[in-house]
């Protein structure tokens, strides 16, 4: 059990070891991310919702500093850290804090066969969008969480992904869903070429 922590709900899905930029602006965060850099220590990024909040979130740490502006604005990097369930939400502060449990993955690694898939269709996905990401270094544990992180993928997707308690389950639900995406995004790009062709599609 963690104490309570500062929360900022936002409208993303934070993974484990993904990066986020932040625009801090707003009196309450600015606060709250003051005191984070103050006592090093992380906050919570939670997925805001029409009705409350998600129930699972990513702890965040703020890596870089990238601009501190003269009315006290910020622009910093955070990365993703730890998966945690909001067990309570305190109101007392400024900003919400929350009570969390952490989260931790259950024991067993993913197929080796399906860890190659993921990293195919990855690839792939990238390449129909004209660029492409080297992820050699990636911890594998993990992957399913970088793979779907570095993609701008449905939010209700993410958050199911980030729920999951084992990267086997977690690849499980991305191989098939990255596989029904690729062909679209192929169509709208072979779409684009005929448009920008001749000015209109046959």
Avoid: W
């Avoid at 709900?9 to 003051?34: C, N, Q, S, W």
């Avoid at 992957?143 to 199911?160: M, R, T, V």
């Amino acid at each position: 059990m963690a104490p309570f922590i500062p929360l900022f709900p936002l409208d993303v899905v934070l993974f484990p070891g993904t990066p986020l930029p932040l625009h801090i602006f707003e009196p309450r965060y600015k606060e709250m991310v003051a005191e984070c850099l103050a006592q090093d220590r992380t906050f919570g990024v939670v997925r805001a919702l029409e009705q409350g909040l998600a129930e699972v979130g990513c702890t965040a740490e703020i890596v870089t500093i990238v601009k501190e502006y003269a009315d006290g604005r910020l622009d910093l990097v955070t990365e993703g850290r730890k998966r945690f369930q909001l067990l309570a939400v305190n109101q007392e502060r400024l900003y919400l804090q929350a009570e969390v449990l952490l989260i931790e993955d259950a024991p067993g690694a993913a197929r080796p066969a399906d860890t190659a898939r993921a990293i195919q269709l990855h690839s792939q996905l990238l390449a129909a969008a004209g660029t492409q990401q080297d992820i050699s270094d990636v911890d594998h544990s993990l992957l399913s969480f970088h793979l779907a992180g570095s993609l701008p993928l449905d939010l209700d997707f993410k958050q199911k992904l980030l729920a999951l308690r084992s990267e086997s389950e977690r690849l499980s639900l991305l191989i098939p869903y990255l596989e029904s995406i690729i062909p679209k995004i192929h169509r709208a790009a072979h779409a684009r070429e005929k448009a920008g062709g001749n000015g209109h599609i046959h």
